[in-house]
């Protein structure tokens, strides 16, 4: 039996001094190989467990595993085992896409080699040649979109972690972004994805966790979560088991 990508238990954490999302004893499992979403309201605590599975943020109780690794124990083993693409851009935008993936290849140990073999790939599958020596400055929100998560698989990474990677670009761009992260998944990376976009969830995701106050109300596939509450899309999934309320 394989080991479980993502095994949480019992997880506390609260932010310091300040309100807002906490978790008291909660669990997840994500198998590997998986499409697994995030999908809550604003402030449902979807972008705080990404920070927390990451080592971003330190956690008081309980433990997380990725791929077998308790992160509180073996924080540097497990860099290389995931990568990350956070909802913020983590670029150096002065440089080009180029030199922005040669940096970010050092970083993740690999030799020169490596480094121009996979960014001329990522570069290439992400239709990123014709600009990959401009400054990232010019670049429109797709293109930096893209950029983005060719940084984050740069290493060829076992586990991926995706938080809102389609914000704010066109219909191209995210059909494009969503058939590069399926083709990333078939090739055995599991992906761990957080969106407000809920069509997505459909087209992605295998199985989707539904977040609500740092609690999962909800842990099943699309079809049939759809299928148990009645609904015909996921939008109208959403709203029945969050509400209506703002969340701003």
């Known amino acids: 039996m394989s080991i479980p990508a993502i095994t949480i238990q019992k997880l506390a ?39 927390l599975m990451t080592g971003l943020l330190k956690y008081r109780e309980g433990s997380i595993r990725l791929l077998g690794h308790e992160i509180s124990r073996h924080p540097k083993s497990i860099n290389s085992l995931f990568g990350f693409v956070p909802q913020d851009f983590s670029y150096y935008p002065e440089l080009s896409p180029r030199e922005n993936l040669a940096f970010y290849g050092a970083w993740y140990g ?47 990474p076992k586990l991926l972690f995706l938080d809102e990677p389609t914000v704010g670009v066109d219909v191209q761009s995210r059909h494009n972004i969503i058939e590069y992260l399926k083709s990333q998944n078939k090739s055995g990376t599991t992906l761990v994805y957080t969106s407000h976009q809920m069509e997505e969830a459909a087209i992605l995701c295998n199985k989707i966790a539904l977040m609500d106050d740092g609690k999962i109300i909800a842990h099943d596939s699309p079809e049939a979560l759809m299928q148990k509450h009645g609904y015909e899309d996921m939008e109208g999934l959403f709203l029945a088991l969050t509400g209506k309320r703002f969340r701003d």
């Open 13 to 51: 954490f609260h932010y310091p001094r300040s309100e807002g999302v906490c978790f008291e004893n909660f669990n997840l499992e994500i198998q590997a190989g998986e499409r697994f979403g995030l999908f809550g309201p604003n402030g449902a605590g979807k972008t705080t467990l990404i920070h």
């Open 110 to 156: 690999l030799d020169r080699k490596q480094i121009k073999t996979r960014t001329d790939e990522l570069l290439e599958v992400l239709g990123l040649s014709d600009v990959g020596d401009r400054f990232l400055q010019s670049f429109s929100g797709g293109m930096k979109r893209r950029v983005n998560l060719a940084i984050g698989v740069m290493h060829r």
